[in-house]
């Protein structure tokens, strides 16, 4: 990671859901590393208490707010405590989520599964709602919403999973046009096949191995190394991707996404499109 984008980083803020593991942990890490000061939001303390230990071990700045952002007063809580601790966000990282129910959506609970929408969706929403006021006022700020690639195709028996991630896709591209004239970007992202816990619970549970049992296949061919995941975050927190606000932006073609940023702007690439009958 470049160095400029290191110094762009030092003396942010920034405001990391699902913090207390896997990605969120290793997205927490890489920005104190880059000189931001983190706000780790999960609503498990132990193990979010863990994340901030390891950060603040390894020299960087992080503080542990306890919070459902699903919920209207979690996301203002949240804002709060990084107003008081750090002052504005500079960066909110939407990574907090969980897997939903799996198997057919007809023998599903149905409660089960909205609560994966309230999760998923619902929670980047309220951050959102909560941050962007500050960020437009300042005219600075960028947003971050993990995705997925699963968020683009039907899976069977993963609807609940699905649906959020396309209408957090669709989402991210719906805010980024509002503000568009602003200084905030927004972007959705697929952070790629990283083993984590939600990864081994579809590997090794009963419902993972009898509805997804082409995921272990998936996930050989396909594993992504969390640091790479990790360095993702930087490039755009640290702006490289600006031009690209509002698309869809994956760990696999980034790289080519931004060498072809001013022709991508204009067209439809990496957005959600319905094609046309013909």
Request: glycine share 10%; aromatic share 6%.
């Amino acid at each position: 990671m470049s160095e400029s984008i290191r110094w762009n980083l030092a003396g942010a803020t920034a405001i990391v859901t699902g913090a207390s593991r896997g990605l969120g942990r290793a997205y927490a890490h890489v920005l104190a590393r880059a000189g931001t000061s983190v706000v780790c939001v999960a609503r498990s303390w132990s193990e979010l208490q863990g994340t901030v230990a390891e950060v603040i071990r390894a020299g960087g700045q992080a503080r542990a707010c306890v919070a459902d952002v699903s919920s209207a007063t979690g996301a203002r809580d949240v804002m709060a405590f990084t107003e008081q601790a750090y002052g504005t966000p500079d960066l909110l990282v939407n990574n907090a989520g969980i897997l939903g129910p799996l198997g057919p959506l007809h023998e599903t609970d149905a409660e089960e599964w909205w609560r994966c929408l309230e999760t998923n969706l619902a929670g980047p929403m309220r951050m959102m709602n909560a941050v962007l006021p500050g960020m437009l006022k300042r005219n600075r700020g960028r947003i971050v919403n993990v995705a997925s690639g699963s968020g683009t195709s039907a899976t069977p028996y993963l609807s609940a999973y699905v649906t959020g991630k396309a209408a957090l896709i669709r989402l991210t591209e719906t805010v980024a046009s509002e503000i568009a004239d602003s200084g905030v970007k927004v972007f959705a992202i697929e952070p790629g096949t990283v083993r984590t816990r939600m990864t081994e619970e579809v590997l090794n549970s009963t419902s993972g191995t009898r509805w997804l049992g082409w995921f272990q296949d998936y996930v050989d061919k396909h594993e992504c190394p969390i640091e790479l995941a990790a360095n993702f975050i930087l490039l755009l927190a640290g702006g490289a991707a600006d031009k690209l606000s509002g698309r869809f932006l994956s760990v696999h073609n980034v790289e080519q996404a931004l060498r072809n940023q001013d022709a991508i702007c204009g067209t439809d690439v990496l957005t959600l499109r319905l094609m046309s009958v013909w």
